[in-house]
Structures are given as C-alpha cells and as structure tokens.
C-alpha cells in the first residue's frame, strides 16, 4: 500500500506516491557484473540526482496547481470559509493526497490554528483512517514535544467525513532541504535532526509500533527560523503494531523500503531504521540514494552500492556495505568537520545493514559517538 497523504504543513503539499518518478530520458543503470564499482556508483548518484529534481519539479508543478481550490477539495466540497464539525472554520487548503486533504483551520473554541487532515468517506479509506486513529490514541501517553511526534488533538466527524485535527507545523524536511541547500546540509545541522529522530523512531518502537512511511515529507520542522531545528514526525497513515504485520505485507514508499520487505521476508521495526538511513543520505547529498521505478529497480541499485548477496539475502556476513563510503564524497564540504562526516557515514552504514538482525536500533543511534563527540566538543569551548 503506497501512501500520498497531505502532511500538515502551511507550505507542505504531499502528493501521491506515483513509482514512475525516474525520469525516461535517463538511461537505466543495469547490474553489469564486469563493470567497475566506481563508475556503478558514479552512475548511480547521478541517476539518483536527476531523480531528485524532476520530483522537486513534479512537487513545484503541484504546488502551482494547489495555489487554486483542489478537485479532491471540491470533490468534498470543502473550501475557505467551510466549517468542519463543530468549530472548525477553514482558512486554507494546505494540500491533498489520495486519501483527502489537508486544511488549515481555526478552532473557534480555543481560537487557535490547527491542521485537520479530512478522509473522504470511501470505501478502505475510513478504515485507514480508523487504523490511523487507532495508533494515535496509543501515542497520546508520549509527550509530543520530547518524543518529536506531531500533537494530534483528537478527532471528529464532518457528515460522513472522519476529521483529524493537529497542531500546525512550518514545513517538511523535503521544502526545508530546498529552501536552505539543495545539495545538502552540514553534519552541523544534521546532527540534532538524526537524534531527535531516532528518538521519536525509540518511543514508537518501544511502544511496539512501526511508522513505516518515513521519508523528508513525513518529517516536518517546527520552526524553520530557531535553532538548532526542530522537527517531528507525522503521518502515521500507515502504522503498524509489530505484531499486527504479516509477512509479505507492504507499505510505505518504494525509495525508502527496506529489502526484507521488497522481497517479501519476514519483517518488524527495523525497517524505519533502514528508512531513517536512507533519509540522512538524501539530507547530506540532496540525492536518493536508491531510486528506481520498481521494487526490481530499487534492489538493483541496493545490491549494486552493498554487494550481491548470498542465495539467502539475510544470510549473516554475506556482504559487507564498504562502497557507502561514497556517500561522504557528495556531502557538501564541512571544513574542521571533516572527521565528523566519517562518523556519520559509519553510523549511516549501521542503518543499511542488509541484513535487518544486524541493523542498528533507534536506542542504539542515541548513543552513538556521533553524538558523544559533540559533547566532548562543546565541553572544551
């Protein structure tokens, strides 16, 4: 099940997942045993690149096309000036996704700005949203703001429309990462993204749920102009509890599935570790690093960057991911910095282990030296 949720933005707009985002003109990359490594991976990152931007153009061209009503906002008949429920008037429509939208509305009880995501009342999406209701309520014991999950106010009908109302944050990683440097950002600053993320990635785990769609949309920064950023994570359309998935379930975005599950193997909360790496790599290079138009296209350039694989692709010590070096050489020049890159690709490997029993956890992200070094930093100014 792919998602193409709206997120919960002022300026985010999520569209729907579409796998053919590669452009055609670009030539596919074939696993060619003979050819080098180097140019494998030279081609791949700048395959990965183009992919980038003809997405970033496809989400331009969308937001263009959002500026006016939606078809799925006319379609709900919903538009600024709308009341949803009780006593929440519409300002703006944030955006859309295949299971609704997402507007920007004023509580007039509390009189304060809130993100309401509204399902259309169609048959699947009401149990998607109960399914994601469902999750929610088991993440009201956590403190949003500590455990970097996104505040959910609680839910209401609208006819027949389910209505789930949030706090309103300022953008997504993915608008975040264009506006301040599409090439990337600094290990500086992504430092305390990756820890409040793996924070937030611990408490749903140690909650027993996977969030399995994390990706730049689905990160969003509270506000973009404080430092160091903050951020949370949303969307939980499709969370899971661990022991609710079955194997050959699959969910989430095809760029940022983990290989246990694109082959269909059994699979549990390590596929957001793999996820979280993949989405480091994107923060630090601005690139994908694995795109593809299928789940075929995907795991060609996964085994291309880490190895092929034993007959049993969770076979232990099969495979060694060394070629993920080549991440640090697109990250963008950090002089006095240059040891911290190291550690962050050492702990982005960790993440990418294709083996999901060796995969780092979020506990063990936490404590890891690329935080710890910091620390020891900040003690010596």
């Not at 083996?355 to 506990?363: E, G, L, N, V, Y």
């Amino acid at each position: 099940m792919v998602t193409g949720q709206s997120g919960l933005s002022g300026r985010s707009v999520h569209v729907p997942v579409v796998r053919a985002t590669e452009p055609e003109s670009e030539p596919a990359v074939t696993l060619q045993p003979s050819m080098e490594a180097g140019h494998v991976r030279e081609r791949q990152w700048r395959s990965s690149c183009a992919v980038s931007d003809h997405v970033q153009k496809t989400l331009e061209t969308t937001l263009l096309a959002t500026s006016e009503p939606s078809s799925m906002a006319k379609e709900l008949r919903i538009k600024k000036g709308s009341r949803l429920g009780n006593c929440h008037v519409v300002e703006d429509i944030l955006g859309e996704g295949s299971f609704g939208i997402v507007a920007k509305c004023r509580n007039t009880e509390t009189n304060k700005i809130e993100a309401v995501r509204v399902y259309k009342s169609e048959e699947g999406v009401l149990e998607v949203a109960m399914d994601e209701i469902a999750i929610l309520k088991r993440l009201r014991r956590l403190n949003p703001d500590t455990c970097n999950i996104v505040q959910c106010n609680g839910f209401f009908f609208d006819k027949e429309n389910i209505c789930i109302s949030f706090e309103l944050l300022d953008l997504s990683l993915q608008d975040y990462l264009q506006e301040k440097n599409p090439r990337g950002l600094t290990t500086r600053e992504l430092r305390p993204i990756l820890h409040q993320l793996a924070t937030a990635l611990s408490h749903l785990h140690s909650s027993g749920i996977i969030h399995a769609d994390l990706k730049p949309p689905n990160v969003m920064v509270v506000n973009r102009h404080e430092q160091p950023l903050k951020v949370k994570l949303i969307d939980f359309g499709v969370a899971r509890l661990v022991s609710a998935v079955n194997q050959g379930d699959w969910m989430g975005t095809l760029h940022y599935s983990a290989p246990e599950m694109l082959l269909g193997e059994p699979f549990n909360e390590s596929v957001d570790m793999w996820a979280l790496g993949l989405l480091m790599v994107e923060l630090a290079t601005g690139c994908q690093l694995y795109p593809g138009k299928t789940e075929y296209d995907v795991l060609r350039f996964i085994f291309e960057t880490q190895g092929q694989p034993c007959d049993d692709v969770l076979d232990r010590g099969c495979y060694t991911p060394d070629s993920l070096n080549d991440i640090k050489k697109n990250m963008v020049q950090d002089p006095g910095y240059e040891e911290d890159q190291k550690i962050f690709v050492s702990l982005v490997k960790s993440m990418l282990s294709l083996d999901a029993s060796r995969r780092i956890t979020a506990q063990e992200v936490l404590k890891h030296r690329f935080f710890k070094d910091t620390k020891k930093k900040k003690y010596k100014k």
